[in-house]
């Protein structure tokens, strides 16, 4: 099955770019999807880029996707203390309905 | 503000017992899918339901159970409760139309197995 890594910790300053990482092991993934946590609360859809996209950009979020190397970027400009939480990436399948597979989560923890 | 709500937001069993956690659907939306989030992971799809039939399902054992309503609202049974079924629980709607969409997420109802 679809297997999603993302590493597990960000410190970054308020102010600087954070970037998140992410990498999934099945091609035929068609929809990737960044969704935020914050403690206590649901998931909140960010952003999404669909596979056939090299970027995608949105105010301070910039999403790169690497087909050939099945990585996927979160950039973050200008990093603020509203930014600390728990980001996930996610990839959904061709045919598969909508089911969504996420990774482990990056905790961003961003410093003054 | 997504607009699915779930009930309630926390609860608290002992093993072997049994659960319903419900979750309301944005209006319009024919899909709904359930995932478990166990502490420190990401979520894991538990199962999916499309105009109240089930449509795909995770690897969960079959004492996890689902029904979904023509009013938009849908239930997550699980029986015989085990210490590992604590977890936060989210669900999900979309509307249903396409195979690929956008999916709006509950806030979650926090479990804890004793």
């Known amino acids: 099955g679809e297997d999603v890594e993302q590493s597990l910790f960000l410190s970054v300053r308020e102010g600087d770019s954070s970037v998140i990482n992410c990498t999934y092991t099945d091609s035929s993934s068609t929809y990737l999807y960044w969704y935020k946590q914050e403690p206590g609360a649901g998931l909140q859809l960010l952003t999404y880029i669909f596979s056939n996209m090299d970027m995608k950009q949105d105010q301070r979020l910039t999403v790169l996707l690497n087909k050939k190397d099945k990585h996927l970027s979160l950039r973050i400009a200008d990093t603020q203390t509203g930014d600390s939480a728990i980001y996930f990436c996610?990839?959904?399948?061709?045919?598969?309905?909508?089911?969504?597979?996420f990774g482990t989560g990056t905790q961003l923890k961003v410093e003054l | 503000e997504t607009g699915v709500t779930q009930s309630p937001t926390h609860l608290i069993k002992t093993r072997g017992q049994q659960v319903t956690l419900r979750c309301s659907s944005q209006?319009?939306?024919?899909?709904v899918s359930w995932y478990q989030q166990a502490l420190g992971q990401g979520p894991q799809f538990i199962f999916q339901?499309?105009?109240?039939?089930?449509?795909g399902r995770g690897n969960f054992p079959p004492r996890f159970s689902g029904l979904q309503f023509p009013n938009y609202s849908s239930e997550l049974n699980v029986n015989a409760l085990e210490l590992d079924d604590s977890a936060l629980y989210l669900c999900?709607?979309?509307?249903?139309?396409?195979?690929?969409?956008?999916?709006?997420f509950g806030p979650g109802t926090r479990l804890l197995v004793l």
């Open positions: 999900a709607s979309s509307p249903g139309d396409y195979d690929q969409e956008t999916q709006y």
């Open positions: 996610a990839v959904s399948l061709t045919g598969g309905g909508n089911k969504l597979t």
């Open positions: 339901y499309y105009r109240e039939e089930e449509n």
């Open positions: 209006s319009g939306h024919n899909t």
